[in-house]
C-alpha cells in the first residue's frame, strides 16, 4: 500500500481514465462517521430528520441548485447515510439521458505514464468534497464541537449505464426508509 504524508493511503475506488465532470447518471453514496444514525430516525417507514438532519437537507438542496449542469432525479436522507442519483448534462441539454459511455484517453496521455487523479470542477469529487466540509462544520458549530468527523473519508458512486439500472437505482432510493430495518449501511440491522 503507498505512502502519502507518512500514512497509509488506499487505493482509489474511482473508475480510472473518467472524467467525473462528464455527462452521466451518477449514484452516490456518503456514509456518516462509524456509521452512527446522527441525522434523524426511521418512523414508520418515514424518515424524521433530526437537526443535523435538517443541515444535510438544506444544503443538499443548495448543492443541486447551485451546480446549473446538475439534474437532481432522486435522493433520500437516512439516519446515517445519504443517497443521490444525479445527472451531469451538458449545458445545450434540454431532456435527460440515461446512458454512459467512457472517456476516451487523451492522445496527449502515455500509456506508461500513470494518469494523474485530480479534483476538477462541476466533478462528483468536488462536490463531495465542499458538501462535507461545508455540512460538518455546520453540525459542528451547532453541536459546540471543534471538530467532530461527521463523515466517513470516503464515498461510493457508480455511473448508471442503462434504463433497467437507473429504474432499480431510483426505487432502491425511493424505498430506502421503508427497507431501513434490512439496510446492510443500517449498523444496528448486522
Same mark, same amino acid.
Given at each position: 500500500?503507498?505512502? @502519502?504524508?507518512?500514512?497509509? !493511503?488506499? #487505493?482509489?475506488?474511482?473508475? $480510472?481514465? =473518467?472524467?467525473?465532470?462528464? #455527462?452521466?447518471?451518477?449514484?452516490?453514496?456518503?456514509?456518516?462517521?462509524?456509521? #452512527?444514525?446522527? @441525522? +434523524?430516525?426511521?418512523?414508520?417507514?418515514?424518515?424524521?430528520? /433530526?437537526?443535523? +438532519?435538517?443541515?444535510?437537507?438544506? #444544503?443538499?438542496?443548495?448543492?443541486?441548485?447551485?451546480?446549473?449542469?446538475?439534474?437532481? *432525479?432522486?435522493?433520500?436522507?437516512?439516519?446515517? *447515510?445519504?443517497?443521490?442519483?444525479?445527472?451531469?448534462?451538458?449545458?445545450?441539454?434540454? &431532456?435527460? *439521458?440515461?446512458?454512459?459511455?467512457? !472517456?476516451?484517453? %487523451? &492522445?496527449?496521455?502515455?500509456?506508461?505514464?500513470?494518469? $494523474?487523479?485530480?479534483?476538477?470542477?462541476?466533478?462528483?469529487?468536488?462536490?463531495?468534497?465542499?458538501? $462535507? %466540509?461545508?455540512?460538518?462544520?455546520?453540525? /459542528?458549530?451547532?453541536?459546540?464541537?471543534?471538530?467532530?468527523?461527521? =463523515?466517513?473519508? /470516503?464515498?461510493?458512486?457508480?455511473?448508471?449505464?442503462?434504463?433497467?439500472?437507473?429504474?432499480?437505482?431510483?426505487?432502491?432510493?425511493?424505498?430506502?426508509?421503508? /427497507? =431501513?430495518?434490512?439496510?446492510?449501511?443500517? %449498523?444496528?440491522? &448486522?
Amino acid at each position: 500500500m503507498p505512502l @502519502f504524508k507518512n500514512r497509509y !493511503q488506499t #487505493e482509489s475506488n474511482r473508475l $480510472k481514465n =473518467w472524467d467525473y465532470s462528464n #455527462e452521466a447518471i451518477y449514484f452516490i453514496t456518503l456514509v456518516a462517521q462509524n456509521r #452512527e444514525c446522527i @441525522f +434523524g430516525v426511521v418512523d414508520d417507514d418515514k424518515m424524521i430528520l /433530526n437537526d443535523n +438532519g435538517k443541515i444535510i437537507e438544506t #444544503e443538499l438542496l443548495k448543492s443541486i441548485t447551485i451546480r446549473e449542469r446538475w439534474f437532481s *432525479h432522486n435522493w433520500v436522507i437516512m439516519p446515517n *447515510h445519504i443517497h443521490l442519483l444525479v445527472e451531469i448534462v451538458s449545458s445545450s441539454d434540454v &431532456e435527460t *439521458h440515461c446512458s454512459a459511455s467512457l !472517456q476516451l484517453e %487523451s &492522445e496527449s496521455h502515455s500509456e506508461s505514464k500513470p494518469q $494523474k487523479l485530480s479534483r476538477k470542477p462541476n466533478s462528483i469529487s468536488s462536490f463531495v468534497a465542499i458538501f $462535507k %466540509s461545508v455540512t460538518t462544520k455546520q453540525i /459542528n458549530v451547532m453541536m459546540n464541537h471543534d471538530a467532530n468527523i461527521i =463523515w466517513q473519508s /470516503n464515498y461510493h458512486d457508480h455511473i448508471v449505464r442503462n434504463y433497467n439500472s437507473f429504474n432499480t437505482i431510483y426505487h432502491y432510493i425511493k424505498n430506502n426508509p421503508k /427497507n =431501513w430495518n434490512t439496510d446492510s449501511i443500517n %449498523s444496528s440491522s &448486522e
